[in-house]
């Protein structure tokens, strides 16, 4: 039987009835650390391998230059080292992020890319030190492979804090000097430290999302207490991040509003995902009826937007935790400090806590609300993510249909 919130995208058809939602970025990079990959790269200090130099043992879909178009490319990964886990990849959620580099947004990419980190798949061999895992074992891998493993952080299981910085999934330089790639592909070798198991009863196409939409809000809820049954808890945004925050809201027993700046989205809230509340933002009588009442706000928008009318509806030692991108945040002190509140950052999270949310979905059987697609729909999955017209994440079936 399938969970909750799965349908099936046919590569010959798409829904003639699917709504426009938000969709926002759920990743972001070290800078410091992307800065010096690409000092290192340009500058000859670190050359990426040619994996086409090598015997080509994978096949994925890439962009090959900026316009982002995917097309299959076959490549190698590197053989299964002592502490290695190989994993067949069954699927992959489809991120803004790949959208990004995909496209060269950010002017660092380096071709040809192969997007994903959003992956759920089987192990097909590990390496001789790796005891956590085994053959057959159903895993996850998420935004980075690698790290020091020698910082504060690594050595907290915070990994993604890591002070070299992270090892991206796709489009970064690893310590070996290859450029990561991702998971529109057949299979791929990462350090055991970063994969994640699964439960056998947890399906692997709703597990893919929780490897970045997913830890990407539960995250910044676990850390500033946002799982206190009975207190309230507006999300903002009802895409990829914020579909996600509504279920983990219901599931800790929070009152959740859904903050929105239109009504198109007041009945996949209330009904769909349970939200208590829908308040539409541009209402000034909706939003003063919402004054201070308000334990916890999670922003997922990646527009711009005002921070101080949202940040009037905290209670006094309320927490604004923004996991969007907007281009500037801008606020008076007037809204932060007479009411002893926090205003937070947050991006994904560490390994630990990685797999503390997968036990967790597992248990409450939690599922992102996703649509099943085929490799060769990647393109249009990518042109309809920029439009905003997905519901609520796009996942690859890797499995079946790349060949």
């Not at 005891?131 to 493993?149: A, H, L």
């Not at 198991?197 to 929780?210: G, H, R, T, V």
């Not at 999670?298 to 927490?319: C, E, N, R």
Request: charged share 20%.
């Amino acid at each position: 039987m399938r969970p909750p919130g799965i349908w099936v995208l046919d590569s010959d058809r798409a829904p003639s009835n699917t709504r426009f939602v938000p969709f926002f970025v759920s990743f972001v990079f070290s800078l410091g650390n992307r800065i010096l990959s690409l000092y290192l790269f340009y500058g000859g200090l670190v050359r990426p391998m040619d994996s086409q130099t090598k015997t080509e043992n994978c096949l994925g879909w890439a962009a090959t230059d900026p316009t982002g178009v995917l097309s299959p490319y076959k490549f190698s990964r590197r053989p299964v080292g002592s502490d290695d886990v190989s994993i067949k990849i069954t699927h992959c959620g489809v991120c803004y992020a790949d959208v990004i580099w995909s496209r060269n947004m950010f002017g660092d990419s380096i071709y040809p890319l192969v997007p994903g980190h959003e992956i759920a798949g089987i192990v097909k061999e590990v390496g001789s030190n790796v005891q956590r895992i085994k053959v057959g074992d159903p895993v996850g891998v998420g935004t980075y492979v690698n790290s020091c493993r020698n910082c504060e952080y690594c050595n907290d299981g915070v990994e993604v804090q890591c002070v070299k910085g992270p090892v991206l999934t796709f489009n970064h330089i690893d310590i070996d000097g290859t450029v990561t790639k991702g998971g529109y592909s057949s299979h791929i070798v990462v350090h055991e430290r970063y994969c994640f198991k699964i439960p056998n009863n947890y399906p692997l196409a709703s597990a893919a999302p929780l490897l970045c939409a997913g830890i990407t809000v539960y995250t910044p809820m676990m850390r500033y207490n946002m799982n206190q049954p009975g207190k309230s808890l507006g999300v903002i945004g009802l895409g990829g991040l914020g579909h996600m925050a509504v279920k983990f809201g219901k599931a800790f027993g929070l009152s959740v509003t859904v903050l929105s700046t239109s009504t198109s989205k007041k009945e996949e809230a209330l009904s769909l995902l349970g939200a208590d509340n829908f308040v539409v933002t541009s209402d000034q009588e909706q939003m003063k009826g919402l004054s201070k009442s308000l334990d916890f706000i999670i922003d997922t928008a990646s527009g711009d937007h005002p921070f101080d009318p949202y940040l009037s509806l905290l209670k006094s030692a309320g927490v604004y935790a923004l996991v969007g991108f907007p281009s500037e945040i801008k606020f008076s002190p007037a809204s932060l400090s007479p009411g002893m509140k926090t205003f937070a950052g947050s991006v994904t999270g560490g390994t630990k806590m990685i797999q503390e949310m997968i036990g967790f979905c597992a248990a409450r059987k939690i599922y992102p609300q996703i649509e099943v697609i085929p490799i060769q729909y990647a393109n249009e999955a990518l042109e309809r993510l920029v439009k905003k017209d997905v519901k609520y994440r796009f996942v690859i079936d890797i499995e079946n249909t790349l060949k």
